[in-house]
């Protein structure tokens, strides 16, 4: 269930080259032209519409510079999603700043309500928005909320490679925008990450911070001398660069995330018809603004939770993994803010606890014909059925 799709021949010739070359840091004695992580930069900015783009080596790591860049220090409040995954707690944490958690609506997206509430009370001044597993709210009620009280906006796009809300990319309506090239992701290096702005001093620490030892100069895409004069002697290096080999393995990806898109959309679909014959399970409707690429689907279930423990162990016994996000302890890539005990103080958000403890997710490889999708609901059925009758 969960094949990836191959790397591509021509990034493998690349990576095989670089190892013959041992040249696989990105900073250095390069030669001629740039390296690899520097024209991966240069690509994936173009291709978003950003002014600057910075390889890091993973979506976390691009999460904690960006926070650290927009000057979020020990003690801050950041305001967060409840439905998410903890590396974005996690590069709260890192930064030493306090999680402030918004309820998540029925439809699994940010709650607008609380979110407007907890802007104007919490004295937070940096919002990281997680477009957790591809769902993305209304961007620009978000972003009229966050300017309304001074806010910056961090999208964390580790799910939403490619999509859109009404036409513009995910990742450049805020501040900074995070990407991952994680092996489960729209594009795969195994780990890594991509951090786009628009904000020259937010890219030059991004820079400083992932670790060029001030050889910023091997960048295609950099701010100008001045603005790194300006930060080099007062930004620390966080040793978070990404590899020349691994942008040698995702600079020919990008051209394929169209392409990627309308097969993870078309078995989104599928699965979407074949899933809601059980009488139980519920996707939520998609606004027509929301330009999504699938990668996995969500669904709620409306049962018990020993009914969701009893569906869970008949899936597994016909050989379907489905992850639960209401599960008393974390388990593998899920957890839920109950889970997150350094949190500096548990929040009181029982909207979000109602939607999370029947929320339900699989993930959805591009391996699937549409003969597995049908299978895949008719295992559903039958085990929905099951767990409702215990």
Known sequence: MSTSEPIPEEAIERAIALMRSGRL???????????????????????????????????????????????????????????????????????????ILIETSDNYMTDL?????????????????????????????????????????????????????????????????????QTYKHINSGEGGLLVTDDEDVA????????????????????????????????????????NLAAALLRPQIGQLGDRGRRWNHIYATLERELTKAQHVMVPARDPREEFIASSIQFTLNLKPHQIEQFLKQCGLRGLYIKWFGTPAPVAFTSNYEHWHYLACKPEIPNSKAVLDQLLDLRTPLSLTDEDCVLIGKIVLVSTQIAAAT
């Open 25 to 99: 840091h990105r900073y250095g004695e390069q030669g001629k032209g740039y390296p690899e992580p520097s024209l991966l930069e240069q690509e994936y900015a173009e291709y978003v519409g950003s002014k600057y783009c910075v390889a890091v080596s993973s979506c976390g790591a691009a999460m904690f510079i960006a926070l650290k860049a927009l000057g979020v220090r020990t003690g801050d409040k950041v305001l967060t999603n409840t439905f998410t995954l903890s590396p974005v707690p996690g590069a709260i944490a890192h930064a030493g700043a306090d999680a």
């Open 113 to 181: 309500a609380d979110l407007e509430r907890k802007a104007a009370t919490s004295g937070a001044k940096v919002f990281l928005l997680s477009h957790m597993r591809g769902h993305i709210a209304d961007l620009q009620a978000i972003k009229a909320i966050c300017d309304q009280n001074g806010i910056a906006i961090v999208e964390d796009c580790a799910h939403t490679m490619g999509a859109k809300w009404d036409g513009k990319h995910t990742g450049t309506w805020g501040d900074v925008g995070c990407y991952s090239a």
């Open 204 to 243: 030059a620490q991004a820079i400083l911070m992932s670790g060029c030892y001030m050889m910023y100069d091997q960048h295609v895409l950099k701010p100008n001398a001045e603005v790194f004069e300006r930060w080099k002697y007062v930004t620390p290096n966080f040793s978070m660069r990404m590899s």
